[in-house]
């Protein structure tokens, strides 16, 4: 069964740093690009970056570029995305998934709680 | 980039066909592939993915549920709506993978 399992969230202050975790099983996580989703409170999905499966390239949504940066460890079968600068609209439940361009967003975690507030 | 709308909300009587609709704002097919992913979101959990390449049904997914489309404009059906399916719906593109977008949503609501 494919499991990802997010870990880290919690509540931080504006300007802070923040690293979530993903563990993923049941399946060969190296064979797959991975990407984290997010969603504000009450609002919709917002993709926030990829990754491919060798890590080799990576690709994030404007408002997060230079600020956040997705990872991985091919022998932990694990993704990160690690937070920095945190603002206030970054407060969201973060998701974890596995993506393919030709079938979609297949394998979603739990998600992970973080709150940015003072 | 390419935007993605959804009617905000849908309403539907139980047993019902009900239909939701996602416009792109410019083609997201490429060759014979459309590049359009349904998934359904239950409050307090994570999505799921429904449809994939606009009418593939995903793994484990009832037959009720199916899709279709091509270019700009997308439809995901559910026929007979059940209970279970009070959820809100959002379409996907990944024609300018490995960026993604999502439409807004539709929720489903009962009549």
């Known amino acids: 069964e494919v499991q990802l399992v997010e870990s880290g969230g919690g509540l931080v202050q504006p300007g802070r740093s923040l690293k979530l975790s993903c563990a993923a099983s049941?399946?060969?996580?190296?064979?797959?690009?991975m990407a984290w989703v997010r969603q504000a409170p009450t609002k919709g999905l917002e993709w926030v970056a990829s990754i491919t499966n060798s890590g080799g390239s990576t690709y994030y949504r404007d408002s997060v570029k230079g600020r956040f940066t997705i990872s991985r460890d091919n022998a932990k079968s694990t993704l990160y995305l690690q937070m920095d600068s945190l603002r206030s609209e970054d407060t969201a439940t973060y998701y974890c998934t596995r993506e393919t361009s030709y079938m979609g967003m297949d394998a979603w975690g739990q998600g992970a709680s973080v709150t940015v507030s003072s | 980039d390419i935007v993605l709308t959804q009617s905000p909300a849908l309403a539907v009587s139980l047993g019902q066909r009900a239909t939701i609709s996602c416009r792109a704002s410019q083609s997201v097919s490429i060759s014979r592939y459309n590049l359009m992913h349904w998934y359904q979101q239950k409050p307090g959990q994570q999505p799921k993915l429904l449809i994939y390449r606009a009418s593939n049904l995903a793994s484990g997914i009832p037959a009720r549920f199916s899709g279709s489309g091509s270019g700009t404009d997308f439809t995901l059906t559910i026929n007979p709506v059940q209970a279970d399916d009070i959820a809100t719906y959002y379409c996907?593109?990944?024609?300018?993978?490995?960026?993604?977008?999502f439409g807004g949503g539709t929720k489903l609501e009962l009549k």
């Open positions: 049941g399946f060969t996580f190296s064979n797959y690009y």
């Open positions: 996907q593109q990944s024609r300018e993978s490995p960026t993604w977008t």
